[in-house]
């Protein structure tokens, strides 16, 4: 059984003004299999949150930690935190000019595993997971990212994720910008991964609408950078009717 815990994680970022703490002491804790929806405002530190846990060098985590299966991540590189099986889908995925989508993804499925795939059933798994989310063949020879839609980007996320077998996946807002054909198909995706390879998914999102494709088991309200409530999906069904309104300290309405 893995898990990934997060205990009182406090985090700063440098900005033109200074020095900032984002993240103000979260905790959590994702079982495989499990899936928690954070949800909050814009500006609370739901992006700090999926960038610290990847790794990114400009979130310095001052307190605070992230174990997987027990393992200190933060003692991790980025690469090192892939192997181990994490997996971050980013609100904003960047463009890879001159590298394919499928060789993009073999390079990085050796990564991770030590080894490079055979490749007859390498083959075959990416034409099925590339149908399975209904993409059109010729979207493997396009370059990463470039030019892709919104849809695009997102449907190739979690085609990494359906490839590369993350243990834990973090998908930051992998709800905007979609419509409504797109979202069922990316949910689809992330719904078979949990149900297939028993992934533990933290799923951020401003909006509930993702939620009537994925079922979380636990919601957090996620409030000026760290977790003001929680419960299970009848909280996300609440927060869809009042909004974050409550949550807020009087200053920041
Ligand atoms: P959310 O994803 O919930 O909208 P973010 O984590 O993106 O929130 O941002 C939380 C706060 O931290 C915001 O006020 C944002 O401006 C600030 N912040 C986040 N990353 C940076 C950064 N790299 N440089 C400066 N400020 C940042
Ligand atoms: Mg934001
Ligand atoms: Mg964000």
């Known amino acids: 059984m893995s898990v990934l815990e997060i205990k009182n994680l406090h985090v700063n970022v440098q ?23 954070v949800m909050g405002p814009n500006g609370s530190g739901k992006s ?28 991790m590189t980025v690469d090192e935190r892939a192997r181990a099986g994490l997996f971050l889908a980013m609100q904003y995925p960047v463009e890879i000019p001159g590298v394919t989508v499928t060789n993009f993804l073999r390079t990085a499925k050796t990564a991770i595993d030590g080894s490079a795939p055979s490749v007859r059933t390498w083959v075959k798994d990416v034409r099925q997971s590339m149908s399975n989310l209904r993409m059109d063949s010729n979207f493997a020879e396009r370059n990463v990212n470039e030019g892709f839609s919104g849809g695009e980007k997102k449907r190739n996320e979690i085609l990494q994720l359906e490839l590369l077998k993350p243990r834990f996946a973090v998908l930051d ?13 990316v949910s689809e995706g992330v719904n078979r991964a949990k149900t297939n390879t028993g992934l533990g998914i933290l799923l951020i999102t401003h909006y509930t609408r993702i939620l009537r494709y994925i079922h979380p088991d636990f ?27 409550r949550f807020l300290e009087p200053a920041a309405k």
């Open 219 to 245: 919601v957090h309200v996620f409030v000026g950078g760290r977790i003001a409530e929680q419960g299970g999906p009848e909280l996300a069904d609440r927060l869809e009717e009042e909004g974050y309104d």
């Open 173 to 185: 807002e992998t709800d905007s910008g979609l419509d409504v054909d797109a979202l069922k198909v």
């Open 48 to 75: 700090t949150l999926a960038y610290t846990i990847a790794g990114h060098p400009k979130y310095k985590v001052i307190e605070g930690e992230i174990l997987l299966d027990g393992e200190n991540v933060l003692d």
């Open 15 to 37: 900005t033109d003004q200074g020095v900032r703490e984002i993240l103000r002491g979260v905790d959590l804790v994702i079982n495989e299999g499990e899936i928690h929806a």
